[in-house]
Nanobody
């Protein structure tokens, strides 16, 4: 079973940057599309970005377009979420999740989830 581990969260000032990583503890990620999600206190979980298994297709939620970049290098490397110009409203627990091959329309198609990493944007 695919197990995902996120890292890279922390406390950053508004306008700062963080890079999150999503790695697989057992299997390779090369067959999976990887999505990044976030959930702030009292709010619903939202999909932030997704990258297909091949890396050829990416998409972003409107609030993060132009500020966040999702990437992957090869089958053995993590999937990264580079977050620039962070805002207070980006504060949330960030999760990565895996789906087969392409980024699905439905969040229910993501079948493996990590434990999450906290991102706090505050001065």
């Amino acid at each position: 079973q695919l197990q995902l581990v996120e890292s890279g969260g922390g406390l950053v000032q508004p306008g700062g940057s963080l890079r999150l990583s999503c790695a697989a503890s057992r299997l390779s990620l090369d067959l999976y599309a990887i999505g990044w999600f976030r959930q702030a206190p009292g709010k619903a979980r939202e999909r932030v970005s997704c990258i297909s298994a091949s890396g050829a297709s990416t998409n972003y939620a409107e609030p993060v377009k132009g500020r966040f970049t999702i990437s992957r290098d090869n089958a053995k490397s993590p999937v990264y979420l580079q977050m620039n110009n962070l805002k207070r409203e980006d504060t949330a627990v960030y999760y990565c999740a895996a789906a087969r091959s392409v980024c699905p329309r439905e969040d229910l198609s993501f079948t493996s989830w990590g434990q999450g990493t906290q991102v706090t944007v505050s001065s």
